[in-house]
């Protein structure tokens, strides 16, 4: 879920968490933070979020590689003892898994950890056809997690057999979607999956596009938006409601598109670009609000402190 304007303006082409809906708060909106201290220490730059069903916040550090946790009830989070990601300098995606498990990547390697923090897997990925990989994002099916790369126009997966988080591998190349296009270009960003894990929907900067992807047997069509050119860094899939974030190419903020049952193709209902964000990159959905990163990672290290805004979902009542 990475995306730095500066690091893209020469492109030339303009679940669980989805098995999980978000769980009413536990307290009325009225009386949640509508900011978030990620840190204040100097560097942090935060990348990616995730919110539990709970209420816990986990937040990602590209600057430092650092995870952080907090309630939404509570304004500050505080860092997030996960040993074995110290030698990790950026930490990008993070999610959680049925059994509460944190996941999250970062250069080349995935790691999963349990509530306390200790390391229970660590995977590393293959290099790709440019090279080493950038991990991005990723996201829990019932069966695997699919894993984006930055680097490489590259989709990695590892199966889940119970408890078991298998081998990271090369699963999908992408570039046959769209052969004429650069393949150092593809820069992959989020990446989210229906109920069924039958269908990923995959973001890419460098084709300003989302890709709908068939797990069965791996097929892949872009996501028809009409004329929208829809580039995202970070995405959250509710039902038939895609959540996305873009930082590029568009006003920076929240865009929310209605898709239809199969997520082939859908229509842009709101963007959210007037609430003051700092370079947002990604976004998480809880009961009614949405709570979008401020990474600063267009001016690096950026300003401390470092922050979290939260927003209303303006689709509440229309996220199935």
């Not at 430092?64 to 950026?90: C, H, M, Q, W």
């Not at 769209?178 to 269908?199: C, E, H, K, M, R």
């Amino acid at each position: 879920m990475r995306r730095i304007p500066v690091r893209t303006a020469c492109l030339a082409a303009t679940l669980l968490l989805s098995a999980l809906a978000g769980a009413p708060a536990p307290a009325a909106a009225r009386d949640l933070p509508d900011r978030y201290v990620v840190s204040r220490e100097e560097g942090v730059l935060p990348e990616g979020i995730t919110v539990t069903p709970d209420g816990t916040l986990y937040v990602s550090s590209d600057g430092l590689g650092t995870l952080y946790r907090g309630r939404i009830g509570n304004p500050e989070l505080k860092p997030f003892r996960a040993r074995g990601v110290e030698d990790r300098p950026s930490t990008l995606g993070v999610h959680t898994d049925r059994r509460g498990r944190v996941l999250s990547v970062g250069g080349a390697t995935l790691t999963v950890h349990d509530r306390h923090g200790r390391l229970l897997t660590r995977r590393t990925a293959q290099d790709g056809p440019l090279g080493a990989p950038h991990l991005n994002d990723l996201v829990v099916t019932r069966d695997a997690v699919y894993v984006t790369d930055w680097a490489n126009p590259v989709i990695h997966r590892a199966e889940l057999r119970g408890g078991t988080v298998g081998p990271l591998e090369p699963w999908l190349d992408i570039r046959a979607a769209f052969p004429q296009f650069p393949p150092q270009y593809w820069l992959l960003n989020g990446i989210v999956a229906d109920p069924s894990g039958s269908t990923l929907l995959v973001a890419s900067n460098g084709t300003e596009a989302v890709w709908r992807i068939g797990t069965e047997h791996r097929e892949v069509s872009r996501l028809d938006l009409g004329d929208q050119s829809f580039g995202p860094d970070g995405m959250v899939l509710r039902g038939r409601n895609l959540y996305a974030v873009l930082n590029h190419g568009a006003p920076h903020g929240v865009y929310i598109a209605r898709l239809d049952p199969e997520l082939r193709s859908g229509t842009v209902t709101h963007r959210l670009t007037d609430e003051g964000f700092d370079l947002p990159t990604t976004l998480a959905k809880h009961g009614c609000r949405l709570y979008v990163v401020n990474s600063q990672l267009d001016e690096p290290p950026g300003r401390p402190p470092y922050t979290v805004s939260a927003i209303p979902d303006p689709t509440c009542d229309d996220s199935r």
